[in-house]
């Protein structure tokens, strides 16, 4: 006989459902029996019906003895988790309501994780910080992966499963809080990034990372994550950062460590941009390399619009291209000359103090240019004819005019740029206009008036080896032979990820004990995030199948159909792809996110089952399958499918 103490027993919900004895797993049978464990779980003791257990497990296409498979269930539940009872059941009752799980609370993971959490912020508040560090440890080990996974798919465990996620969510921003005052930003921010790309709203997980910045000496960096969360909050949900947010920001702003506290150990704080304009130039520790030409075209084009007639130019390039760098280096070109600079992003202008408001393009685009912190929506002559006002402001004197991001701008700003360029035929205006996608339908209409008034455009392309070892020489660094060729061919001469990596130790930048830069890596999580769950596990399987991708074989993996296959190929090609149509850039992946279809091979590409990788940096042991690695010499390029010659 089993002697097992119901009490003695442990359930687990923070990961798929699992039952402990001791140390012990229960063996729970099979799915639709766990299903049936998670429904009464989750009610916390009260009696849940027949109906509607039937209707939580079999949602559609009941079958016709689903009222007996549940009785058969209970009973089965009752002989593993209360072998030894007298009699009826007390731990799974029934009764005129249903069936009801009578389980302690302090025999759930859950709630052993809340007290973790809770005296880790009870002993953060008495400054007990290895205590609070070792109890948000204890709390996060708890940890076991996907929430309730058996039942991500069932509409009854949503609201359990969301709120678990936040407990984890509020742990780790505890823990990001910990580590910020154990003097470690660097974890801290790691951590916030992390939980931002999981949860881009979030306002105190923002806060959160600007300190922590802030603490490892990175006060420009802090105030760009506020730009960019003020602007997501904008375009979103129309709102405003709240006032803790704001005065967060003017504490940067200020360095006022009475409130943020000092830098790390260590830390020294890089230069704050001058506010005084919005379009000020901002100190950057990198040099400036790689566009000589392009920077030489826009000095051209502000040369030329001092004898009066506007011209435009656009400049295109993917994300962590270098665009805002290049605009911000003419902006402050165009300041030294005596240009008035306006800059808008996404149709939302940058100047003034009062924060971003959903208001019409033609006041965004006058507040932008006047940048006297008034409200050009309460100006009555700009109300009675907006338009010309804003054409008079334009040509009063030579005026340098930057849209950010005019892919995402509202219709309503592109109708009110394509204005411009049918009226202003006279007057010192430069108009630069950036994007990411040349091709999207959204701007096709504002592209073609502006090629048809002869706008110059530039295309952004990857660094040089020779520039990046130029931008090792400007920083002063004395790099070996090759160092610069190998930063390069792990990057790829992506600018955003060569910045990252020459922040790092150089013994970390390539080579066996090369890191992964935090924020490449998350920029990458958010994209995986948005992938259907069905996509990511494709992916999983295809990393441990090797540098190919062998569809029948991942189809019959996932009991799929290829046909049923290719949409979650075509998935990952977007979220991998989403810039131009080309593969996402040194960008570190782990096994289960190393692949990506090359965007050629949807199509004609895929029905010749070829693959394309992105490449990794220094590829880690496959999961599931110890001791195998992919071969770096193979994850460096495009292989054909196994007996096919490559067209």
């Avoid at 257990?53 to 209360?82: E, K, M, N, Q």
């Avoid at 002869?454 to 660094?477: C, N, Q, S």
């Avoid at 769950?533 to 009991?559: C, F, I, K, N």
């Amino acid at each position: 006989m089993d002697s097992r103490d119901t009490h003695a027993l442990r359930f687990g919900t923070l990961g798929p459902v699992e039952v402990l004895h001791g140390d012990t797993p229960l063996d729970l049978g099979p799915r639709q029996r766990r299903l049936l464990l998670v429904r009464l779980l989750i009610e916390n003791g009260r009696p849940v019906s027949q109906e509607t257990l039937l209707h939580d497990l079999w949602p559609t296409d009941r079958p016709t003895g689903a009222a007996s498979s549940v009785r058969a269930h209970i009973s089965r539940l009752r002989a593993v988790l209360d072998p030894v009872r007298q009699g009826r059941s007390t731990m799974l009752v029934s009764g005129p309501s249903g069936y009801a799980l009578k389980v302690p609370r302090e025999a759930r993971d859950t709630t052993l994780f809340k007290h973790s959490v809770n005296r880790a912020r009870e002993a953060l508040r008495a400054r007990q910080l290895p205590l609070a560090r070792q109890e948000i440890e204890a709390a996060a080990a708890l940890w076991r992966g996907e929430p309730l996974a058996e039942a991500r798919e069932h509409a009854f465990a949503v609201r359990e499963r969301t709120r678990i996620a936040g407990l984890l969510h509020d742990a780790m921003e505890l823990r990001a809080a910990i580590l910020l005052q154990q003097d470690e930003p660097a974890h801290a921010i790691a951590v916030a990034e992390h939980l931002i790309a999981k949860a881009p709203l979030r306002e105190t997980t923002w806060a959160v990372l600007m300190r922590a910045l802030y603490a490892a000496g990175r006060p420009v960096e802090a105030l760009e994550r506020y730009e960019r969360f003020r602007d997501t909050l904008a375009t979103d949900l129309g709102l405003d950062p709240s006032p803790q947010l704001r005065d967060l920001h003017t504490a940067i702003l200020r360095h006022d460590t009475v409130v943020l506290g000092a830098p790390a150990t260590g830390a020294v704080l890089r230069p704050l941009p001058d506010h005084t304009s919005a379009c000020a130039h901002q100190d950057d520790p990198d040099p400036f390399v790689g566009r000589d030409e392009e920077s030489a075209q826009l000095s051209a084009l502000l040369s030329a619009v001092t004898a009066g007639r506007p011209r435009w130019a656009v400049v295109q390039g993917e994300q962590g291209y270098g665009k805002t760098r290049l605009v911000e280096e003419l902006s402050a070109r165009a300041l030294a000359a005596g240009f008035t600079v306006a800059r808008t992003r996404a149709g939302q202008a940058l100047s003034g103090n009062r924060g971003v408001s959903r208001t019409c393009p033609t006041v965004q685009i006058l507040d932008a240019l006047r940048q006297d912190g008034k409200d050009s929506g309460q100006d009555g002559i700009a109300r009675k004819d907006p338009l010309a006002t804003v054409v008079h402001e334009l040509t009063v004197g030579p005026t340098l005019c930057v849209v950010d991001d005019v892919d995402q701008a509202p219709q309503g700003f592109h109708r009110l740029l394509r204005k411009f360029a049918q009226v202003l035929r006279e007057g010192p205006v430069l108009f630069v206009c950036t994007l990411r996608n040349g091709d999207s339908p959204h701007s096709s209409l504002l592209l073609a008036d502006l090629a048809l008034l002869g706008a110059t455009w530039l295309t952004l392309g990857p660094l040089t080896v020779d520039d990046v070892a130029e931008l090792l020489t400007a920083r002063g660094e004395d790099v070996p032979p090759g160092e610069a060729a190998a930063l390069h061919r792990r990057a790829e001469g992506h600018p955003f990820t060569l910045s990252e990596l020459i922040e790092l130790p150089s013994g970390e930048r390539t080579g066996p004990s090369a890191q992964v830069p935090a924020a490449v890596r998350n920029i990458l999580q958010a994209r995986l995030l948005e992938l259907p769950d069905e996509a990511r596990t494709m992916l999983t399987y295809a990393a441990a199948d090797g540098d190919w991708l062998d569809v029948p074989l991942l189809a019959g993996v996932q009991s799929l159909t290829p046909d049923e296959l290719l949409p979650l190929i075509d998935a990952a090609v977007t979220a991998g792809a989403d810039q131009g149509g080309e593969p996402v850039r040194g960008q570190g992946l782990d096994a289960g996110e190393a692949r990506y279809v090359e965007p050629g091979a949807v199509g004609g590409g895929v029905r010749q089952h070829r693959a394309g990788l992105v490449r990794q940096f220094e590829p880690p042991p496959l999961g599931g399958v110890p001791g195998r690695r992919r071969d770096p010499r193979r994850a460096a390029g495009r292989f054909p499918r196994r007996g096919v010659a490559d067209p």
